[in-house]
């Protein structure tokens, strides 16, 4: 069975920094692209960030754009998210998914996801 497992959330102040990462098992895990998403209370689902499955194109979602980065070492089955210059506003449960060819987006394209960790930063 595929694993994702989150980690690195905590509680920062704004403009603080923060790394999350995603480790995962059970996948072939260079096959797929690696996305992250984030859920606020009472709000959908948002598209953070993917990178392709040899790490060589990125797409940051333009709310974070110039904040956050997102890596992956396919040797180590991880991904990570940088985050920096953190906003109230990023305040959500962050989520690591996995889509078999899936450099995209659309949380419908992606198969696997992680359980997710709490990000939360205070003003």
């Known amino acids: 069975q595929v694993l994702l497992v989150e980690s690195g959330g905590g509680l920062v102040q704004a403009g603080g920094s923060l790394r ?6 059970g996948l072939t895990f260079s096959r797929y692209a690696m996305g992250w998403f984030r859920q606020a209370p009472g709000k959908e689902r ?12 990125t ?13 992956r070492d396919n040797a180590k089955n991880t991904v990570h998210l940088q985050m ?3 906003k109230p506003e990023d305040t959500a449960l962050y989520y690591c ?3 078999a060819g899936a450099y995209t987006t659309d949380t419908l394209k ?5 359980q997710g960790t ?5 003003s």
């Open 20 to 25: 999350l990462s995603c480790a995962a098992s």
């Open 46 to 57: 948002e598209f953070v960030a993917v990178i392709s499955q040899s790490g060589g194109n």
């Open 59 to 71: 797409y940051i979602g333009n709310s974070v754009k110039g904040r956050f980065t997102i890596s």
């Open 84 to 86: 920096n210059g953190l």
């Open 97 to 99: 998914a996995a889509g």
């Open 110 to 114: 992606y198969t696997h996801w992680g």
């Open 118 to 122: 709490q990000v939360t930063v205070s």
